[in-house]
């Protein structure tokens, strides 16, 4: 085996790196329980839980492992080329990471090409031989506990465990990607639009989890005598987790992308529509409560009004019964006055 540097220095980083992606795992788990809790398919929570279980005891045999060799084994040369059990098991943990992933992304697969399991079944075949080559390598390891003697007996079904891995990946991603063309109207509706926005998504998150998976694979084959090889799949299956767990935490987002550009055809002219009933609305309830205040005000001093005009018109004939009383004296002649003692006889 080579030096420190090159296997226990490698088991160290990759540790330390697997924690950084832990940490992306839990928030994605996280996020999950927060937006759809209890609301979503019973199916998606199992698969997220499992997957966040499954994470935490990887990143534990991980530590567990750089505890073996740095700690434990402290000083023997002789454990530069020492299987633990923990590295071991984090092999087959990583193998059913990835297979709980490909299985999701084959499902959806299977909804988008209209159920149609000469798509799907070529995926599923690969994924679970992927994983009886890892259960197969974790196995070996365990017996042989050395990887001078694990490279040179059973070495090929380690690579052929990274090589269905990686095949699987690229098939699942250009599956995906002439599916969702395929739906494509060739106009700028909100269909294309959600078709480009998970298109790119897809490659994004095809093509992470499958570099990772190929890099680590050419590192076996080129230095099988260190652990570089190892570190890398560390990062394998907190790939593999991120990725199925943000796509289930994007479908959200997604909606929300699709709804954009729509406002900006119909919904604003229904938006302004509305807006413009509602202030109707608006004054029209100002109106009424303004009438029937108004209405209530005359209705409460009608009682009033009607005395003050019966008083009124009570004035109104009693000054007319004068006027005409003073018309009538003035109209009548004036009497005569009596004779006098003095006036002259005829």
């Not at 059990?85 to 297979?99: H, R, Y």
């Not at 699709?258 to 938006?271: A, E, V």
């Not at 309830?285 to 303004?290: A, F, I």
Request: net charge positive.
């Amino acid at each position: 085996m080579a030096n420190a540097s090159d296997t226990i220095g490698a088991i160290l980083v990759g540790a330390l790196v697997s924690a950084v992606l832990s940490g992306s795992v839990t928030t994605q788990a996280f996020v999950y329980l927060r937006i759809y809790g209890g609301d979503d398919y019973k199916r998606n929570i199992w698969i997220v839980s499992i997957l966040w279980l499954l994470d935490t005891v990887h990143l534990s045999m991980a530590f567990a492992s750089a505890w073996i060799y740095l700690i434990q084994n402290w000083g023997n040369d002789a454990i530069y080329d020492y299987i633990p059990w923990t590295i071991a098991l984090t092999v087959a943990l990583t193998a059913i990471v990835t297979l709980i992933s490909h299985c999701f992304f084959a499902h959806r697969i299977y909804l988008l090409s209209g159920s149609s399991w000469w798509l799907t079944l070529p995926i599923l075949l690969l994924a679970f031989g992927r994983l009886v080559a890892a259960l197969v390598s974790t196995s070996e390891m365990i017996s042989l506990r050395s990887y001078e003697a694990f490279v040179d007996r059973v070495g090929w079904v380690f690579t052929t465990g990274l090589s269905l891995s990686t095949t699987v990946d690229v098939l699942i991603t250009i599956t995906l990607i002439s599916l969702l063309q395929r739906s494509r109207t060739g106009f700028s509706t909100i269909t294309d639009h959600l078709i480009d926005v998970v298109t790119l998504y897809t490659v994004e998150t095809g093509l992470v989890t499958s570099i990772t998976t190929a890099v680590s694979l050419i590192c076996w084959l080129t230095m099988p005598r260190n652990l570089i090889f190892l570190a890398l799949h560390f990062s394998i299956s907190k790939l593999y987790a991120t990725s199925t767990l943000a796509t289930l935490n994007a479908r959200k987002s997604l909606r929300r992308r699709t709804r954009q550009p729509d406002q900006h055809i119909l919904p604003i002219i229904s938006s302004l529509h509305d807006a413009q009933s509602q202030t109707r609305r608006d004054q029209g309830e100002v109106l009424d409560s303004s009438s029937l205040k108004r209405d209530s005000a005359i209705s409460a001093g009608a009682p009033r009004i009607r005395t003050l005009t019966r008083f009124l018109d009570i004035k109104h004939r009693e000054s007319n019964a004068q006027l005409k009383a003073a018309l009538a004296a003035a109209q009548q002649p004036e009497p005569s006055p009596p004779p006098s003692a003095y006036s002259p006889s005829v």
